[in-house]
């Protein structure tokens, strides 16, 4: 054969080796600019919802926001996303170089939401009609009133100042511990309190996943109600085929966080599972209950923020009624029986709450939350928990590593809050955890409930453990 014809025989594999090359370039640049979108659309939403939030709930400046918030926290490309905070239409508008627009639309009662697979309008249409303010309930409650006779500890104040004092104070000169609000409470009485500057007793701050403690609580009631059951598997609509094995699942693992239902709960990935719920997707829930089972139900532990999202759904079958019921059913249900003026859990745009991270409340009643806890459920003579509840809460998961974990409560403190360790700290204690060091802390044997709102980034930055131990010491 000549090589005339050699390269008529080459010339069309040469051409489709071209057309191929072509193709996966194309592919790549695609894929590419994919999740490039995607990063941006996570970016945006999680600078349009924490502007929005600080900004319409805690009633803070937007520049205030941002320095705080997003300029200080990430020094990269959240930088670079513009704000655009209209107070008359009550929106945030976000983008990256003009790209991926992301609106966080605020609605009385009902705090932030992202905009997500809805038009703003619609989405500010849908709010309930405004409820009759939570009345301002000022500490101490009756039953701490009713106990000042009684005999306890004296508290060495000089030493608790001291305490909270340091709990404020800065290691080093660049400010990494970020301290905004500290309560003490003792008997039912407030013995400390302070906030760092442009903060007050009435900021609603904030309390990403101590918002999963609260949600038990909502569980609770309805457990009370008897329109949930902790041992019966959820309808899930994601799981609605016979043969689908997640439908095995019950409220009691989702509890424990042993559903088995595959969750990362990575936040150095900005497409990872639970950025791209938070922040991505317009139904968490939905995102959540589309996973994979990893392991069988009840076999092993996996702290997830997915499966808290499909708890919060659940609650809205449970309560029933109208839409404006389950919107106002934590109002109803806890905010307004303990007098919790501040708070607010905020929904996601298909209309449940975002329960494993969206609730913001005072210090003040972050605290009222632990001393319904402390006090065994009951508030003011009335149960709001079943009996039993606050025990169940605190029973240790054997699947947990060390049994550090409950049902929406940490019964061991993270590492990264305790990096002095735990040692002499009152085995009672419990704890609901937030990130960047938001901690609600109950230690029943000593009747005392603790609350520390942050900004901590970092490692060992806020060691909650020894500030557990210098208030200790002051009693």
């Given at each position: 054969m000549?090589?005339?014809?050699?390269?008529?025989v080459?010339?069309?594999?040469?051409?489709r080796?071209?057309?191929?090359?072509?193709?996966?370039?194309?592919?790549?640049?695609?894929?590419?600019?994919?999740?490039?979108?995607?990063v941006?659309l996570?970016?945006n939403?999680?600078?349009?919802k924490?502007v929005?939030?600080?900004?319409?709930?805690?009633?803070?400046?937007?520049?205030a926001?941002?320095?705080?918030?997003i300029?200080?926290?990430?020094?990269?490309?959240l930088?670079?996303v513009?704000?655009?905070?209209?107070?008359?239409?009550?929106?945030?508008?976000?983008?990256?170089?003009?790209?991926?627009?992301?609106?966080?639309?605020?609605?009385?009662?009902l705090?932030?939401t992202?905009?997500?697979?809805?038009?703003?309008?619609?989405?500010?249409?849908r709010?309930?009609d405004?409820?009759?303010p939570?009345s301002?309930?000022?500490?101490?409650?009756?039953?701490?009133i009713?106990?000042?006779?009684?005999?306890?500890?004296?508290?060495?104040?000089?030493?608790?100042?001291?305490?909270?004092?340091?709990?404020?104070?800065?290691p080093?000169?660049?400010?990494?511990?970020?301290?905004?609000?500290?309560?003490?409470?003792?008997?039912?009485?407030i013995?400390a309190?302070?906030?760092?500057a442009?903060?007050?007793?009435?900021?609603?701050?904030?309390?990403?996943?101590?918002?999963?403690?609260?949600?038990?609580?909502l569980?609770?009631?309805?457990?009370r109600?008897?329109?949930?059951?902790?041992?019966?598997?959820?309808?899930?609509?994601?799981?609605?085929?016979?043969?689908?094995?997640r439908?095995?699942?019950?409220?009691?693992?989702?509890?424990?966080?042993?559903?088995?239902?595959e969750?990362?709960?990575s936040y150095?990935?900005?497409?990872?599972?639970?950025?791209?719920?938070?922040f991505?997707?317009?139904?968490?829930?939905?995102?959540?209950a589309g996973k994979?089972?990893?392991?069988?139900?009840?076999?092993?532990?996996?702290?997830?923020?997915?499966?808290?999202?499909?708890?919060?759904r659940?609650?809205r079958?449970?309560?029933?009624?109208?839409e404006?019921?389950?919107?106002?059913?934590?109002?109803?249900?806890?905010?307004?029986?303990?007098?919790?003026?501040?708070?607010?859990?905020e929904?996601?745009?298909a209309?449940?709450?975002v329960?494993?991270?969206f609730?913001?409340?005072?210090?003040?009643?972050?605290?009222?939350?632990g001393?319904?806890?402390?006090q065994?459920?009951v508030?003011?003579?009335?149960?709001?928990?079943?009996?039993?509840?606050?025990?169940?809460?605190?029973?240790p998961?054997?699947?947990?590593p060390?049994?550090?974990?409950?049902?929406h409560?940490w019964?061991?403190?993270?590492a990264?809050?305790a990096?002095?360790?735990?040692?002499?700290?009152?085995?009672?204690?419990?704890?609901?955890?937030?990130?960047e060091?938001?901690?609600?802390?109950?230690?029943?044997?000593?009747?005392?409930?603790?609350v520390?709102?942050?900004?901590?980034?970092?490692?060992?930055?806020?060691?909650?453990?020894?500030?557990?131990?210098?208030?200790l010491?002051?009693?």
């Amino acid at each position: 054969m000549t090589a005339v014809d050699l390269d008529r025989v080459r010339s069309p594999w040469r051409r489709r080796l071209r057309v191929a090359v072509a193709v996966g370039v194309a592919a790549l640049v695609l894929a590419a600019g994919y999740l490039a979108r995607q990063v941006i659309l996570v970016g945006n939403g999680y600078v349009a919802k924490t502007v929005c939030s600080g900004v319409f709930v805690s009633d803070r400046r937007p520049h205030a926001v941002r320095d705080a918030e997003i300029q200080s926290n990430d020094p990269g490309i959240l930088r670079l996303v513009s704000v655009d905070v209209d107070r008359g239409g009550l929106t945030v508008t976000t983008r990256f170089l003009g790209l991926g627009e992301r609106v966080a639309v605020f609605r009385g009662g009902l705090g932030c939401t992202l905009a997500v697979g809805v038009a703003p309008r619609e989405l500010a249409a849908r709010a309930p009609d405004p409820a009759t303010p939570v009345s301002r309930v000022p500490w101490p409650s009756r039953e701490a009133i009713g106990r000042r006779a009684a005999a306890r500890p004296s508290l060495h104040m000089a030493a608790l100042g001291a305490a909270v004092e340091e709990a404020f104070a800065e290691p080093g000169p660049t400010p990494t511990r970020r301290t905004r609000a500290i309560v003490v409470v003792h008997d039912g009485e407030i013995v400390a309190e302070r906030y760092a500057a442009g903060y007050g007793r009435d900021s609603a701050l904030a309390g990403w996943s101590m918002t999963k403690s609260a949600v038990n609580a909502l569980v609770g009631v309805l457990v009370r109600e008897g329109r949930l059951a902790l041992d019966a598997p959820l309808e899930v609509p994601e799981w609605g085929a016979p043969a689908d094995a997640r439908r095995a699942v019950t409220l009691r693992q989702l509890l424990h966080m042993t559903s088995g239902l595959e969750f990362s709960e990575s936040y150095g990935n900005p497409l990872g599972d639970v950025l791209w719920m938070l922040f991505g997707a317009g139904d968490a829930a939905r995102f959540a209950a589309g996973k994979r089972l990893a392991a069988p139900p009840g076999s092993q532990w996996y702290y997830s923020s997915g499966t808290t999202n499909i708890i919060a759904r659940a609650l809205r079958r449970a309560v029933g009624g109208s839409e404006a019921d389950h919107l106002t059913f934590p109002r109803r249900a806890l905010f307004d029986p303990l007098g919790m003026a501040s708070a607010v859990i905020e929904p996601d745009a298909a209309g449940a709450f975002v329960g494993s991270s969206f609730m913001f409340a005072s210090a003040r009643d972050w605290a009222r939350l632990g001393q319904l806890y402390l006090q065994d459920g009951v508030w003011e003579g009335t149960r709001i928990l079943p009996a039993g509840w606050v025990a169940f809460s605190t029973t240790p998961v054997p699947a947990s590593p060390g049994g550090a974990y409950g049902a929406h409560f940490w019964l061991r403190l993270p590492a990264l809050y305790a990096p002095s360790g735990e040692a002499g700290l009152p085995r009672d204690a419990f704890h609901a955890v937030g990130h960047e060091g938001q901690l609600l802390t109950v230690i029943p044997s000593r009747r005392l409930v603790v609350v520390r709102l942050g900004l901590s980034v970092g490692r060992g930055v806020w060691d909650h453990a020894a500030f557990l131990h210098r208030l200790l010491q002051s009693s």
